[in-house]
């Protein structure tokens, strides 16, 4: 697939969002097991697109872009759709919704996501952004597939960015870590358009007085927005979408789900001695084995 | 149904750094090369363990590779390819896995189409590359994989078998852990059965997590055959463009510490009062901090400063995280799921504190101090001050 992109300097970005457990205190319900109840846990915008919406945000602030946020989901994803306009001034949303869609693994996900792009401003989408990974799916998997499909240059990981709406250009920072080795700051820059997965440490910074003023309007907007935001909303299914229905939900999932246990007990390493919290003599003992081990000698 | 001939090898996407190989693609070898011996004696065949490497200058890396298990090394030296860029090394490796020229420098190639099983590593460079090129050659990718099991398996699907119970030949059970650390979850990636939509799903692919699995020794003696691979590159597959690189160290540094204080969702009576506590004791032993995966998602709500020193992703112990080995470990409030011990086992002294004592992490530690945070590391403190070395004598 051709890539597409506005020839002017308009700057039309997209987020892709996801409802997700609340994982926070209060609203998040575990089992006994110590596994997530899911029944009983409350869902939200996930705290990663929550992140990617800040990042189109900056957008619309810095760049004065219009802004579109898709998610994939049954009707209740709206909420997620609501949540993120409140944080990017969305001037759409876009649920994408459809039976055939459950079950779908990323390459599934990513296709409906890939269709539900190619549909907003007709097309011509410079920035889509999406979050690091899902808080439960935890794959990091779909944006990166919505990407290839898209036929967008993938920039992941990204710290920091900003484009230059006359050249066309993003230039991007990009957190790598490579586990066992350092990290690495990576400069990038590359042709619109492009599709970027935002790092969790990402933070937009409004250094200028007319940056400032915009934010506090565009915040203000995205109050009175999100109120209203039906009137926002365009829900998609299969047929609107124009999506082949063997690519998407079960039948274009390459992946299973063949099996969930409990992880089996590891063998006990240590033998550990037990120790009364409260007895101040065991206390003392076991703060003297510290010290030792930590190469110290205790001179009296 | 096509032959199984079709799909074969194993390939393994190498990551290095100029040429030093980062140590989860030896991980990767390892495994795959215990997995393919398992595959070729039960199955009576040949299939390949192939590492595939894209750089500049790698010609040394391509016969170290060999001698940590590798049979094939595919190697592709270009200048363009000295810094990983997700575009173009998705076209190369993508190009690689379709090539039946290049596996017929190595094997009977006649009837291959792509390879059978594929291997990335679950960092920021693994997790995306292996998404764009499964993405380009349409089939499944599971991550964060931590066991791989190949077998015969009966399957009944939904969607798959039509409800219809078949057998799935050498197939590769990827086993990954949950959010939780509690749970594991097998994913597969089968071909469509379905009379409704029938589509082969190969090659059946994964992204490892680092320091998983074991790397075997270096022998010297193995042999194996390095193939020059020449990619096509298109001018628009090169316009991301490389600015800069720098080497950046985290503000968090487990290594020069010789303790590393954790603590978990234990703290949720009192979050702020009790993350100070442990950073108090931290202090104290002029320990590293560091958390518990589920930390990481911000569970409780706390100060600003709080949230963003302590509770943050570059702070977890455990497989999500860093693999950690300080002399002394103090894990506060962490139950102990598999995937922090794995962080942390290595430890020489582990001392935990955990009002129940039928938390696993009590088969982990040395010391299990029974209690309540709030109440055992005033205590802790207090004897740390009194006891405090008036001579250190370095070992």
Redesign the interface.
């Given at each position: 697939m051709t890539a597409t992109t506005t020839t002017t300097n308009d700057l039309n970005v997209a987020v892709i969002v996801k409802l997700e457990p609340d994982?926070?205190?209060g609203n998040?319900s575990?089992n006994a097991?110590?596994?997530?109840n899911r029944a009983e846990t409350k869902s939200i915008l996930g705290?990663h697109s929550a992140i990617a919406s800040n990042a189109a945000f900056y957008a619309k602030v810095k760049y004065g872009a219009r802004v579109a946020v898709g998610t994939m989901g049954p009707p209740i994803a709206e909420s997620a759709l609501q949540q993120a306009q409140l944080l990017c001034d969305a001037d759409e949303l876009h649920l994408y919704s459809d039976r055939i869609f459950a079950?779908a693994?990323?390459?599934a996900t990513?296709e409906v996501l890939r269709a539900g792009i190619s549909k907003v401003e007709g097309g011509k989408v410079d920035v889509v952004f999406s979050g690091h990974r899902a808080?439960?799916g935890?794959?990091?998997?779909?944006?990166?597939?919505t990407?290839?499909?898209l036929g967008y240059?993938?920039?992941?990981?990204v710290v920091d960015y900003n484009v230059d709406l006359e050249s066309r250009l993003v230039?991007a920072k990009r957190?790598?870590?490579?586990?066992?080795?350092?990290?690495?700051?990576?400069?990038?820059?590359?042709?619109l358009p492009v599709f970027i997965?935002i790092d969790?440490?990402y933070k937009a910074f409004f250094n200028t007085v007319s940056q400032r003023l915009a934010f506090e309007k565009y915040q203000k907007e995205a109050k009175l927005r999100a109120e209203n935001y039906k009137q926002f909303l365009k829900v998609l299914n299969t047929q609107q979408l124009g999506i082949d229905p063997?690519l998407v939900g079960?039948?274009g999932?390459?992946?299973?789900?063949?099996?969930?246990?409990?992880?089996p007990?590891?063998?006990?390493?240590?033998k550990?001695?037990?120790?009364?919290?409260?007895n101040?003599e065991q206390?003392?003992r076991?703060?003297?084995?510290?010290?030792?081990?930590?190469?110290?000698?205790?001179?009296k | 149904m096509k032959s199984s001939s079709n799909y074969q090898h194993l390939y393994v996407v190498v990551e290095h750094e100029d040429g030093m190989p980062v140590p989860v693609s030896l991980e990767m070898l390892g495994e795959a090369r215990r997995l393919m011996d398992g595959f070729n004696k039960k199955y009576s065949s040949d299939e390949k363990v192939v590492a595939v490497v894209l750089g500049h200058n790698v010609r040394k890396l391509c016969e170290e590779l060999i001698f940590y298990g590798a049979d094939v090394v595919i190697c592709v030296d270009s200048p363009e390819l000295q810094h990983m860029r997700n575009l173009i090394d998705t076209k190369v490796i993508s190009q690689i896995a379709r090539s039946r020229e290049l596996v017929a420098k190595f094997s009977n190639a006649s009837e291959f189409i792509k390879p059978r099983y594929m291997f990335f590593a679950a960092d920021s460079i693994g997790r995306h590359m292996s998404s764009t090129v499964l993405a380009e050659l349409e089939s499944g990718l599971a991550s964060d994989i931590n066991k791989l099991v190949i077998s015969d398996l009966e399957i009944k699907h939904e969607h798959k078998t039509k409800g219809q119970s078949m057998k799935y030949e050498k197939t590769l059970e990827m086993y990954r852990p949950d959010f939780s650390g509690f749970l594991w979850t097998t994913i597969l990636c089968l071909d469509n059965r379905n009379p409704a939509n029938e589509r082969e799903y190969h090659p059946q692919a994964c992204s490892i997590i680092p320091g998983v699995f074991a790397q075997i020794e270096r022998d010297t003696s193995r042999r194996g055959a390095i193939v020059e691979y020449v990619p096509k590159f298109d001018e628009k597959d090169l316009r991301v463009r490389v600015l800069d690189r720098k080497i950046v160290k985290s503000a968090v540094d487990f290594d020069s510490h010789k303790a590393v204080v954790s603590f978990g969702k234990g703290v949720k009576d009192s979050p702020e009062q009790n993350i100070k506590l442990v950073a108090e004791l931290a202090k104290e032993i002029e320990a590293e901090v560091g958390i518990s995966l589920p930390i990481s998602k911000k569970p409780f709500s706390v100060s600003e400063s709080t949230n963003s020193n302590y509770m943050i992703p570059d702070r977890v112990v455990g497989t999500s995280g860093r693999k950690v080995a300080p002399l002394l470990y103090i894990a506060v409030g962490i139950s102990g799921a598999m995937q922090h011990i794995a962080g942390m086992k290595e430890s020489g002294f582990i001392v935990a504190i955990n009002p129940d004592e039928n938390s696993p992490i009590k088969d982990e530690c040395d010391v299990f101090i029974k209690g309540r945070m709030e109440d055992v590391i005033p205590l802790l403190l207090e004897e740390l001050r009194k006891q405090r070395p008036t001579i250190e004598v370095k070992k």
């Open positions: 994982f926070s205190e998040v575990y097991d110590g596994t997530l705290p079950g693994d990323t390459l990513a808080s439960d935890e794959t990091g998997q779909t944006g990166p597939q990407a290839w499909k240059t993938f920039l992941g990981n230039r957190l790598i870590s490579l586990q066992g080795f350092y990290d690495i700051i990576e400069e990038v820059e590359a042709p997965s969790p440490s063997k079960l039948p999932s390459p992946t299973i789900v063949y099996k969930v246990e409990r992880i007990k590891a063998k006990a390493s240590r550990a001695e037990v120790i009364d919290g409260a101040r206390i003392a076991v703060v003297s084995n510290m010290y030792e081990a930590l190469g110290g000698m205790v001179i | -």
